[in-house]
């Protein structure tokens, strides 16, 4: 008998590991998490929180926390070019947060991964049914045909753990992804990269440039990320190791050189608060999936960094994966609905991969001088409105019952995002009242939204299925039209936000609800 005994077994302490924790425990999930390092990361390796990031953060009652240890949007949500942050030459072009307000009940935010772990794991910990585990080492994983069982180690000893399932949420260099032979798709990695980060007091040279992201065109060229807009900053460039460049070269004397360049003041006194090389790839897993073991976050998919999708497109995994454990674990679904989680995923982490990919070939034309500044300036910050790829991205799946209806037209559905609750498309957000948005009514539950006179068919779907639905009922003028239906019309949306079926008009149907709740928990 093992040690311990749980639902999930989740491998990786970073904002996905502890954010599938979260949702197991909204779930009515027990879960042990083990990280190998001692505590959250100390480096900021991302930063931006995407609106639909920032959606969950709010469901998750920890909005106002992530704000607070962020950067203020408006000064934020921009980006910069130029020679030097100081140069004569810089350029700043602010993402265009009121185009894109309407959509949602919040807007993306940065808030360097450094706080944001720290947020996830202090809301992990005091949720009930989670088990913490920093500095404990997973040694061995073993599945058969009704759980997984593993091996971990700390400086308390060695012990057992025995869970139903186990998520792989252990990186990019994903040692559980290499034992199951599961290979990845993509070109070969793009640079070896090196982030500097420093303080220093330049916050008084950008009181008129404030940005998230500024690319220089330096003697060294780089980029500058802004940690806290004081005197916290990381430099990122790279190194060709064909041209014989390596890690080594960044010694710390050559590192305040890079800073200076940067910043464009030959003197800036400069303290290094530490050096961290990594490999920019772009690659996708083929297979999410390997019997009770499921991969999430960059085990299954590495971004560059362009665009800062990589944890956020992570996190949606979670997001996606834990309700379906939930119901196949309390018997309200068939396993055959676990089917559906690479059905819905892996499309989206491949696309955002690519999304990412693209992003970064505008980098390297800027960077080259392919582009002048202000043709860079434009594609960069034209890319960093990417709301039709975080809220308009949708599943076609067994896990979604299709209405026949087509996906609304957009111009770019890379930047432009169009509201609607075609089936397998996030439900969109309306005001319901002051404060409380249509996204606010959705729990870990089947929610049915209505103008009325589908409660009574809710609760008869209820006991035939066993499946709760939360029935709420809609007094708002545009809902209908929004959401694609006559007045007598319903919507059912799964426990992550995705519609699952559409009735378009009345009456009231238990029989039709029924069928689809069965249909989509594959019963």
Known sequence: MADTEVDVLIVGGGPVGLSAAVECARHGLTSVLVERHEGTSIFPKARLISTRTMELARAWGIQDAVEREGLPREDSLAVGVGTSLTADDFHREVAPIEADAPNSPTYAYICAQDRFEVILRDLAERLPGTDIRFATTMTRLDQDESGVDAVVESALG????????????????????????????????????????????????????????????????????????????????????AEGGSEADFTPEFCVEVVRAAVG????????????????????????????????GDSAHVSTPQGGFGMNCGIQDAHNLVWKLAAVLKGTASPALLDTYEAERHPVGERTVGESLANAFI????????LTMKEAITRQAGRRRSEGLVLGFHYDSAAVVPDGTAEPAVEDDYRDYAPTARPGHRAPHLWLRAGVSTLDAIGPHFTLFSEGGWTDAAKEADARTGVPVSSVDVDLPGWAATYGVDPGGAVLVRPDGHVAWRSASGPADADALAGALTSVLAR
């Open 265 to 296: 003041v030959p003197d800036l006194a400069v303290e290094l608060v530490g050096v961290m090389p990594w490999l920019q790839q772009a690659v996708t897993a083929r297979r999410f999936r390997d019997g009770r073991i499921f991969l999430a």
């Open 363 to 370: 980098t390297f034309q800027m960077m080259e001088g392919a």
């Open 158 to 241: 060695r012990s057992t753990v025995r869970a139903r399932y186990a998520i792989a949420a252990d990186g990019g260099r994903s040692g559980i992804r290499a034992q199951l032979g599961i290979d990845v798709d993509g070109p070969p990695p793009l640079g070896h990269m090196i982030s500097i980060m420093f303080d220093a007091d330049i916050a008084h040279l950008l009181s008129d440039r404030m940005c998230a992201l500024y690319f220089l065109r330096s003697a060294i060229p780089c980029a500058v990320e802004a940690v806290d807009h004081q005197r916290r900053w990381i430099v990122q460039t790279g190194y060709d190791p």
